[in-house]
């Protein structure tokens, strides 16, 4: 069955501290990868994509995500967080066959001033 | 302004009634989604659809229902045999080719008493 982990529920981190939440995945064929994040009270914006080409993908607001095939993970990485980096933090895959889109089941990032 | 809307923001509904959340974009989007977000739970794939008149079950699809008669509406409708409806519902839509993201709307909450 297709699904999404996200192996850390709850992280909880001081300002300056590096980042990186897990994600891995299980579909068949091509996939196409995702980080979105929802602050508190907002809807869910997009932070980076992966459909093809460099694993090494940039996202917005310092984020950065690489696709490892081999491990079938895409795992979420940032240098130094800021405390608006506080939210809760969602992996996607969408299989390009169906257009099936599934979520893992989130991250919520906790960053202390 | 382009987008996607979802409409109530909150709704309330007696047990045993069915009601229906409606979702329209006027993004030109070909696929939609409708997603439930529980604490913990990520989000949860419910129905979509890649074309009019044409929608797949999700992973917990049992006890709703969708129509896709128009390409740019997608209303759920929660019908009674849901055992837990009360939850937060989330509506999103892509295209279906080149390198694009899933778009959500600000959701909707529904309350089932």
């Known amino acids: 069955a297709q699904s999404v982990s996200q192996h850390n529920h709850h992280v909880i981190l001081s300002e300056a501290a590096s980042l990186e939440l897990g994600c891995n995945y299980s579909y068949g064929g091509t996939v196409n990868l995702f980080w979105y994040v929802q602050y508190p009270g907002q809807h869910l914006q997009l932070l980076l994509k992966?459909?093809?080409?460099?694993?090494l993908v940039k996202g917005i607001k310092g984020f950065e995500a690489e696709f490892i095939k081999s491990k079938f993970s895409f795992n979420l990485r940032k240098p130094s967080v800021q405390w608006s980096d506080t939210a809760e933090y969602f992996c996607?895959?969408?299989?390009?066959?169906?257009?099936?889109?599934?979520f893992g089941q989130g991250t919520t990032l906790q960053v202390k001033p | 302004d382009g987008g996607i809307t979802q409409s109530p923001k909150y709704l309330f509904r007696k047990e045993g009634q069915n009601v229906t959340l409606s979702c329209e974009q006027n993004l030109n989007h070909d696929a939609m989604y409708w997603y439930r977000q529980d604490p913990g739970q990520g989000l949860r794939l419910i129905y979509y659809?890649?074309?009019?008149?044409?929608?797949q079950k999700g992973d917990i699809a049992e006890g709703y229902s969708v129509s896709r008669e128009k390409k740019e509406s997608f209303p759920l409708t929660v019908t009674s045999a849901q055992k837990n409806p009360t939850a937060f519902y989330l509506c999103?839509?892509?295209?279906?080719?080149?390198?694009?993201?899933?778009?959500f709307g600000q959701g909707t909450r529904l309350t089932v008493v």
């Open positions: 659809s890649q074309i009019v008149n044409d929608f």
């Open positions: 996607a895959a969408r299989s390009s066959n169906t257009g099936k889109l599934i």
């Open positions: 992966y459909f093809s080409g460099d694993p």
């Open positions: 999103a839509s892509s295209l279906i080719q080149g390198n694009t993201e899933a778009f």
